[in-house]
């Protein structure tokens, strides 16, 4: 009889334990853990749960039938607020200092507030409860009702009619998702007909985006209507998440696809200029665009998980700041090179002069830049000096200079020089490629041991004409006419012999 007496009053202990406590609005916690307790479980009072209300004017059946709209909100909206951790003092205040805790981040107007004494659901929080519970859940009750008793039937929490109204919903998203594509490129084909260009290129991307096009409008329609299925709470807030990963996925691909076809366009301007340097570029650039789309997906993904993405910028910054003290130089060479690229002081092939060096531009990359000189050695110009030097590109010269000296020997006639140097001009001006006002042919020296005659002209840097060659065709004639006149050139006297080697 002992052992039996103890047992039962275990139990009744046991009961007791487990009883709902009757809502005492004192903490923040407590005003909002009452409506969700009180609503579930086999102890229920919608009394309870809507004892921590602001009644304003609502007559007790109007704040209990309000009390089960909040939670049938909540739930179908996939809102599962986690009491355990909302802050149990009653002496609680926000980050303004105001006895103020809101509820949920998913519902920034709906709060709880310390009012006379006790923690209460405010009468604005109660009236955007409504007002959303009727624009969302409010003409679909009528047809809930009307339901058939079999179609009621669940299996694993959910009824027969949820499952078949999401499987329509996903159906007529998807139809949704086509008519609407259909619609932008009829209407894109219209615009391009009446203004060619962007049009053109939306339409591009239009159809390389096609599958994330209908999957993002596919998600957003499945994500205004889940709530009308009035689906379990963790239900629903496994497809908000399943929702928001699949529009993350959407937006990620039609970022890439943009980029694609971005770059695309810009491949095709490419093609029509000179310059190989953006072609070089080209390919940087398409990567930085889909590097770009990554990051964005991946802090999309982030932020479907909840995670402080402010937190997270806060400790890359400080990691990249501590990367970009250890490796300045690297940055200082690669704003030199998006420099470069951008005010474009050279092309590849260009032959220029920097930094006491020359050379043909063979590459620019992110760090340097490398010339192949006349010696065919190698020079590496890092882009932080290279944006910083003075350039001199021969290869944009309209116009190429060359020269060359006659010495005629003292004695010869003053006519004779005339008719030399009027003969070196009309060779030079028959040249086809030779600027023919810049000819400048001239007795320029008197001076021992020989008289000087200089020859200047330039060649057209844009007729891509070999220049040693043309010169020395030039230099044959001038020495055949130099030979029909009878001119006699001075020959340089022979370098002195070594006095080690003079014979003995």
């Given amino acids: 009889m002992l052992r039996l007496a103890l047992t039962l009053a275990l139990v009744l202990l046991s009961q007791v334990a487990l009883a709902k406590t009757v809502p005492t609005c004192k903490s923040p916690r407590n005003a909002v ?123 694993a929490e959910v009824a027969l009619w949820q499952y078949a109204a999401f499987l329509v919903m996903l159906l007529v998203g998807g139809l949704v998702a086509q008519v609407l594509r259909a619609v932008v490129r009829v209407w894109l084909r219209r615009a391009d007909a009446a203004a060619p260009g962007i049009p053109s290129l939306a339409r591009r991307f239009l159809d390389r985006a096609g599958t994330a096009s209908s999957l993002a409008v596919s998600a957003l329609f499945v994500r205004l209507l889940y709530p009308a299925l009035r689906l379990p709470a963790e239900i629903a807030a496994s497809l908000h998440v399943g929702v928001r990963l699949f529009l993350t996925f959407a937006v990620t691909l039609a970022a890439l696809r943009l980029a694609d076809v971005f770059a695309d366009g810009l491949e095709a301007r490419v093609e029509s200029t000179e310059s190989r340097l953006d072609q070089h570029l080209l390919p940087i650039i398409r990567k930085a665009l889909k590097a770009g789309a990554f990051v964005l997906g991946f802090l999309g993904l982030l932020q479907t998980f909840s995670v402080d993405v402010t937190a997270l910028f806060a400790t890359l910054g400080i990691g990249t700041l501590a990367v970009g003290l250890a490796a300045k ?128 002209f330039f060649f057209d840097a844009e007729a891509n004409v070999d220049e040693a060659r043309e010169k020395h065709a030039i230099l044959l004639a001038v020495l055949e006419r130099v030979r029909e006149l009878g001119v006699t050139l001075h020959a340089p006297a022979p370098p002195p012999v070594p006095a080690a080697a003079k014979p003995t």
């Avoid at 004892?51 to 739930?75: I, N």
């Avoid at 980050?95 to 009468?123: C, H, I, M, Q, Y």
Wanted: glycine residues 6%; charged residues 30%.
């Fill in 33 to 155: 853990e009452a409506v969700f307790v009180w609503q579930s479980g086999k102890q229920q009072s919608v009394a309870n749960a809507a004892r921590c209300f602001e009644r304003s004017g609502r007559t007790q059946p109007e704040v209990e039938e309000l009390a089960r709209r909040l939670k049938t909100l909540f739930d179908a909206e996939g809102v599962i607020v986690h009491a355990e951790k909302l802050s149990d003092d009653p002496e609680h205040l926000d980050a303004d200092k105001n006895p103020t805790l809101v509820v949920t981040d998913r519902f920034p107007r709906v709060s709880v507030e310390k009012r006379d004494g006790r923690w209460v659901w405010t009468r604005e929080s109660l009236d955007w409860i409504e007002d959303r519970y009727e624009d969302r859940l409010g003409l679909l009750d009528k047809a809930i009702d009307r339901i058939p008793e079999p179609l009621r039937t669940t299996f």
């Fill in 329 to 456: 130089d690297t940055l200082a060479n690669l704003f030199g090179s998006i420099s470069i690229f951008v005010d474009n002081p050279f092309k590849i092939g260009d032959w220029i002069f920097v930094d006491g060096a020359d050379g043909i531009v063979e590459e620019v990359g992110f760090r340097s830049t490398r010339l192949r000189t006349p010696h065919n050695s190698l020079v590496i110009i890092p882009n932080a000096k290279l944006a910083d030097s003075k350039i001199d590109n021969y290869g944009k010269r309209r116009f190429r200079r060359a020269a060359f000296v006659l010495h005629p020997i003292h004695g010869t006639p003053p006519a004779r020089c005339d008719a030399l140097c009027e003969a070196i001009r009309g060779i030079v001006l028959e040249h086809p490629h030779v600027r023919q006002d810049k000819v400048d042919v001239a007795l320029s020296g008197i001076g021992a041991p020989a008289l000087e005659v200089a020859v200047a």
